[in-house]
């Protein structure tokens, strides 16, 4: 299977055409973090990799630096064994990559989407999956996740299917601090209807607008998977004040690959932030087969989830993918400072006239009901 | 100089391999078009490519088949020759390549920004410079191209520096439909104040709104040059109905060029449209020198225009961009149904939730006042 993009293009350019290719593909270069030995080389197999984004030196402030890690992850058990295992399979999984996280300092981690269970909604079966569902103050997920929050003074961001008092499902994000508090849940604003993306079946559009989360580490907010590709979406979190917009997904080579590099790039250029952008890792075979509303016959396999996790800074700088085949932590050092700096540089926000498109929705939206 | 990311990929990657490579960074393969051979291997030296972009055979519609042609020109003559010659010898040169792309049957053809003149905002001179600036409905430059639009069934696109009748200078795309007849204009509105580009200096914010042009082949809107920066600019038009918008643009290498692939290709996925991104070519320098705002030395030279033109369709497939060094015409042949057919497919306008934006970005305004 095809490794990831950067690799091949590492391979097989020469040292002078490839510093144009990646300048043109990648932007700024990025110097390579010096990771711990126990981190990069781990027994667990998982691909590590850090990079640190550059920034001015300014005379009025002190740089802000924080280090961010996205967790990309294979389901660990097939999705015939009894959910209690597969879920904690993959809770010792990630807890292991927390871990490895933890000691190369990490201070924010965002886990991909619905990460303790399998992407079952191609399914549209509501019973199993559903049984996966939990609450975000007191589900199994959150319990698990505040001690490594309390233990490493770790801001966590939870990708969870959520079951509210109601027995309502949401797409939810779950914010921890760090000293293990739940401060807030977004819930995923836009739900796709495409292909085997059935997710209107199981949880409607998200009622909590746009939130932006004040963290020890900076203001932090989430746009969850089909969100990216609303540039609505990511521009009110931008004008809310976040400075790190996190996008964790779950998306598969047929349907989506040839946007995954320049939807969460273009909105971190577009709104001068940091744009992480985290996609599940693996394919995902479920026990009764489904049919995919494109008039191919039944099967019982989702499509492969190509990882390919990266971070743009409001540069557009970016690091490079992880693995297209492998679970991976990839950790960026970053001044939060950029994001004003650069927003001086390109004026997008100044010149955004915000005023005038406010008023043209305003009547497109007034027209046409 | 390095020639083009294509070149080079095509070049290192091996067959296997670069199927890969070019399934993510630019979708679904795109079949060459046939060109007549007195087009593409032509004796002014321009690069001529063609591509035809793929379409589902609907029962109920005929397919909208379309010829778009992109142009990107070097300046011919230096900027210190008297200015009408400048400006003739652009007109010879242009009128070459129009001839070209009629050859190849081109329906609408689009230039470049400012495409008359050398790009001498750099300056901050207002003379010689705003002589350039022309009326939209019988400047030289209209009345240039009216007659190709006749002669060859054409619609053309021209990118102008604007005089209007209270000498005010705008940057604006007057739209010459097949008949001759010049059926509207758009200014630019989004005015760029970063690096070189001082254009604030010379002209103010558009005041068109977002117009759709109707036009025998397609509904057609220009987004000019810096408004690719901003998301809102490019929704206002797919809003208004464009199927195809174009962006006429000047830009260099330092300032912009790995922001170059993603944000026309970005608006076309989220607005379910085809996009067309032209950017000048070749380095201009003038006669007297200029600072850059950077705390470097005075210099007369504005920096590389990277050319890299290359259109990209709903599905987010695109073609491969023009060379970084030389005058070109990029062909694609599209059906225009493919629209609709993409917004059935992936649903973004149905999940686009305008109305919450709407409210948002009036609160938004309402408070920042």
Redesign the interface.
């Known amino acids: 299977m ?1 490794q990831s ?1 950067e690799t ?2 590492e391979k ?3 040292p002078e ?1 490839l510093g ?2 990646k ?6 270069q990025l110097e390579e973090l010096q990771l711990p030995e126990l981190c990069t080389n781990n027994k667990e197999n998982v691909e590590v990799k850090g990079y640190k984004f550059d920034s001015l030196v300014e005379e009025l402030r002190e740089k802000r630096i924080v280090r961010v890690g996205l967790i990309q992850n294979q389901i660990v058990l097939p999705t015939t064994a009894p959910l209690v295992e597969q879920r904690n399979a993959i809770y010792k999984k990630v807890g292991q990559i927390i871990s490895l996280a933890a000691k190369a300092n990490v201070n924010i981690i965002c886990l991909q989407e619905a990460w303790s269970m399998p992407f079952a909604f191609c399914t549209r079966e509501k019973f199993p999956w559903c049984q996966f569902a939990e609450s975000v103050e007191n589900g199994p997920s959150t319990t698990f996740l505040k001690e490594f929050c309390k233990q490493h003074n770790m801001v966590i961001i939870s990708p969870i299917l959520e079951r509210d008092e109601r027995d309502i499902i949401w797409n939810t994000a779950v914010v921890i601090d760090n000293l293990g508090n739940v401060i807030g849940k977004h819930r995923k ?6 292909g085997d993306f059935n997710e209107s079946t199981y949880y409607m ?1 998200g009622n909590t ?2 939130p932006v989360f004040e963290t020890a580490f900076g203001r932090i907010a989430i746009n969850i998977c ?1 969100g990216r ?4 979406n ?3 979190f931008g ?1 809310n004040g976040a400075e790190i917009v996190f996008n964790p997904s779950a998306t598969i080579d047929g349907l989506s ?7 969460s ?2 909105a971190a ?2 709104n001068s932030y940091f744009s992480c952008a985290i996609n599940r890792v693996g394919t995902e075979i479920f026990p009764a087969e489904f049919t995919s509303g494109d008039g191919k016959p039944a099967h019982k396999e989702f499509g492969h989830f190509y990882g390919s996790s990266y971070i743009t800074a409001p540069d ?2 970016r690091t490079p993918g992880l693995s297209r085949t492998q679970s991976g932590l990839l950790i960026s050092e970053m001044d939060l400072n950029l994001c004003r700096q650069i927003k001086d ?4 926000q ?9 008023k ?3 009547t ?2 007034n027209s046409t009901k």
Chains 1, 2 share one sequence.
């Open positions: 095809f993009l091949c293009l097989y350019v020469p055409e144009h290719v300048r043109i593909l990648y932007g700024k604003n836009h739900i796709p209807r495409v559009e607008g746009h089909y590709h609303h540039p609505l990511w521009l009110m004008l690959e040839t946007l995954w590099g320049i939807e790039r273009t250029v577009a557009g700088s540089h390109w004026g997008f100044m010149t955004q006239r915000l005023d005038l498109y406010a043209s929705l305003d497109i939206v």
